[in-house]
């Protein structure tokens, strides 16, 4: 979610194929979180501006980050009005040797309708930030991308 330390409205975005030419083990690594496990969680804003976690799942292809909303769900609600999201993998592992991803920024309606579906959302996420968190040894390694500065990588003790 937007806030003092993370993206602002508005901010430099782009498609996840940017991260795969500029980041590309990065993104590998990000992608493997997403596919891991078929369950994850989005942030999205609420009518009163207060953040909602929900359930999602997530799909990560070479040509995008997309997910879908079944009709009449707040969380699709939510997005239509406040396209600002977070997605959040679901860790595995408790000592998070893998890591743990975060995907921040804003979600596209794509314009084709699922014909079993044609009320629901169908959404592309236009990339923001990228926050891969995992452990090494003794030492917490924060990765993270943007479109403006790129791939940065913080350890700490």
């Known amino acids: ?24 083990d990065l993104a590998r690594r990000v992608r493997e979180r997403f596919t891991a496990n078929r369950h994850h969680v ?4 609420r009518a009163d501006g207060a953040p909602r976690l929900s359930g999602t799942e997530v799909r ?10 079944m009709a009449g769900s707040r969380k699709l609600a939510d997005v239509r009005r406040d396209p600002r999201v ?13 890591g743990d991803a975060r995907l921040t920024g804003r979600l596209v309606e794509r314009d084709e309708a699922l014909p079993e579906h044609p009320d629901a959302g169908h959404f592309e996420l236009l990339v923001e930030r990228v926050v891969l968190v995992r452990v090494e040894g003794d030492e917490l390694v924060v990765t993270t991308w943007d479109p403006v500065v790129g791939e940065r990588e913080h350890r700490r003790r």
């Open 1 to 24: 979610m937007a806030g003092t330390h993370g993206p602002a409205r508005g901010a430099p975005a782009a498609r996840w194929e940017a991260i795969l030419d500029d980041a590309p």
């Open 42 to 45: 989005i942030g999205t804003v």
């Open 60 to 69: 990560i292809e070479p040509t995008g980050v997309s997910l879908g909303m």
């Open 86 to 98: 977070e997605l959040h993998s679901a860790p595995l592992d408790e000592g998070l040797t893998d």
